[in-house]
């Protein structure tokens, strides 16, 4: 059993970055893969992006590609999203997530351990 706990949301100004961390625990964290989904209001939560376990590939949605980068430390049980030039369109909550596997995985049932979430709002 994974647990994963986010940190790192806040307020932030259009065109502002942010960056969040993800700590793991109670698992392998190096043998997940790791991602980032998010949630606004009144609508589903959708895939962000995602990491392999080693770190070798990495796979954004088209709406923060370029803008956001994900990465992770093993040493350190911890998955990061820099967020860069920011936008409201941004604002949700920001999840991370852990599956077991090799493979690119952009769908929630996907995924198997979920944190609670950390609230980024972005101000226009």
């Known amino acids: 059993q994974v647990q994963l706990v986010e940190t790192g949301g806040g307020w932030v100004q259009a065109g502002g970055s942010l960056r969040l961390s993800c700590a793991a625990s109670g698992g392998s964290f190096g043998r997940y893969v790791m991602g980032w989904f998010r949630q606004a209001p009144g609508k589903e939560r959708e895939f962000v992006a995602a990491?392999?376990?080693?770190?070798?590939?990495?796979y954004y949605s088209d709406s923060v590609k370029v803008r956001f980068t994900i990465s992770r430390d093993n040493a350190k049980n911890t998955v990061y999203l820099q967020m860069n030039s920011l936008k409201p369109e941004d604002t949700a909550v920001y999840y991370c997530?852990?599956?077991?596997?090799?493979?690119?995985?952009?769908?929630?049932?996907?995924?198997?351990?979920w944190g609670q979430g950390t609230q980024v709002t972005v101000s226009s």
């Open positions: 990491i392999a376990s080693s770190g070798g590939w990495t």
């Open positions: 997530a852990a599956r077991s596997g090799i493979y690119q995985r952009a769908r929630v049932e996907d995924y198997d351990y």
